[in-house]
């Protein structure tokens, strides 16, 4: 089975902070893509990569950056963590030449408190 | 742009009753449509998905949804809700004019709960 791995369960930080959340998955994967889950407004994509040194913005991309100098792992940054960053984040892959298949693959995520 | 609408933020059922999660979608072309499902404390896992073909897919733990290309919908159903179907419940869509990168927009999320 695909294993896509946070480093962190829980994370409090303190607000200025610079802050790392670690993603690496065991599949070989292209697509690796960072989410934000909030109550009520679902999952929202921040960045994405298909590929080693690739990204893409998603729709929020205000206040993180992302670095991807492997295949197997996607970190996201918050340069000056913020209390409204507080917030559950999650990392999901996909295989890039299943392209009728794209079916995510999602790590059990990283909620994140700002303080 | 793609969206996609949960519009019931809970759904209360009976164990033994049958479980409907609704969904709706906009996107310019034609859409490929996603279930996907949150225990509390893991991630998201895949259910079911709708690419082309057949307007009723059956996806995993009994579950089946149905697309409707006039209603843009793709609403989850269940004949017979278990206790442990509780759990948070998201759609989503990506439109397939769009293909880089597999981008997919979710919905807002349905909670269900299911009593005995």
């Given amino acids: 089975d695909v294993k896509v791995t946070q480093s962190s369960r829980y994370l409090v930080k303190r607000t200025g902070e610079k802050v790392f959340l670690e993603c690496v998955q065991d599949m070989d994967h292209e697509n690796m893509f960072w989410y934000r889950q909030d109550p009520g407004l679902g999952l929202r994509l921040i960045y994405f990569s298909y590929d080693v040194k690739m990204k893409e913005k998603g729709d929020i991309p205000e206040g993180y950056s992302v670095s991807r100098e492997k295949k197997e792992r996607f970190s996201l940054i918050l340069e000056s963590a913020s209390t409204n960053q507080t917030s559950m984040y999650l990392c999901a892959s996909s295989p890039l030449r299943e392209t009728l298949n794209e079916k995510l693959f999602f790590g059990s995520g990283t909620q994140l408190s700002v303080l | ?116």
């Fill in chain 2, 1 to 116: 742009a793609q969206s996609v609408a949960q519009p019931e933020d809970q759904v209360n059922v009976a164990e033994g009753n049958p479980l409907t999660v609704k969904c709706t979608y906009s996107v310019s072309g034609n859409p490929y449509l996603f279930w996907y499902v949150q225990y509390p404390n893991r991630g998201l896992q895949f259910l079911l998905k709708y690419i082309t073909g057949d307007n009723l897919v059956k996806g995993s733990y009994g579950f089946e949804a149905e697309f409707n290309k006039s209603q843009t919908s793709f609403h989850l159903k269940k004949p017979s809700a278990l206790v442990s179907d509780s759990a948070l419940y998201f759609c989503a869509v990506r439109d397939k004019v769009k293909a880089a990168g597999n981008k997919l927009t979710f919905g807002g999320g349905t909670r269900v709960l299911v009593k005995p």
